[in-house]
């Protein structure tokens, strides 16, 4: 049996190029972030909240995040827990115009804790999290099976710039990856479509 096995760290035998660290503010943010997991049931502001959906806005027509094809099959969501004027609310991030659609009402943090696959893990209360959901048949459609890939892909950009504006604010995050998908989409008012549930993001302080 032919096994393809890990080649573990790569090396080449010749001498490496050293290369400088940048020193700009975007490069002071990249080394501050970090995955957190421990809460205060911070309450985030408007101006916190505003900060946070921005980075996956469209602005002059032109949105902040690429797509294969310019299908962008990933939509925003959010259940916010700690959040000014909106707790225990699930809103919809609408990119063209920046501002929030109120799906409906959720339970608190410790109710839901269940079915994010964090039992264990996170201590005290996230302030929000975020929700980011595939829609396949914009991307299938036009690159059939490898845009299930692109799909996926898309889905960390969304993530990378989220926890930059995280960080940003002087805020936490941890990415959430073992979301029990029919119960999300319920909450989210999509049981009866196709879409997936791709990752989660809690943010707090």
Request: with cysteine; aromatic share 10%.
């Amino acid at each position: 049996i032919n096994e393809e096995k890990d080649i573990g760290r790569i090396e080449y035998p010749t001498n490496d190029i050293k290369l400088d660290y940048p020193k700009d503010k975007l490069y002071e943010i990249m080394k501050n972030r970090e995955s957190n997991r421990k809460y205060n049931n911070y309450q985030i502001n408007n101006t916190q909240l505003s900060s946070l959906f921005s980075c996956f806005a469209e602005i002059n027509n032109h949105r902040l995040i690429s797509s294969a094809g310019g299908k962008y099959p990933i939509e925003v969501y959010a259940l916010c827990f700690n959040v000014k004027n909106l707790n225990n609310k699930v809103v919809y991030y609408k990119y063209n115009d920046n501002s929030l659609s109120i799906v409906g009402n959720c339970k608190s943090w410790s109710d839901l804790k269940s079915i994010t696959g964090a039992v264990d893990l996170i201590t005290g209360e996230p302030s929000i999290m975020f929700i980011f959901v595939g829609f396949p048949d914009r991307v299938i459609s036009k690159y059939g099976e490898r845009g299930g890939r692109f799909l996926l892909i898309e889905s960390g950009h969304y993530i990378q710039n989220l926890l930059l504006r995280v960080t940003y604010e002087k805020l936490k995050a941890v990415e959430l990856g073992g979301l029990y998908d029919n119960d999300i989409k319920n909450i989210l008012g999509l049981k009866k479509t196709n879409a997936i549930i791709t990752l989660g993001v809690i943010c707090g302080k």
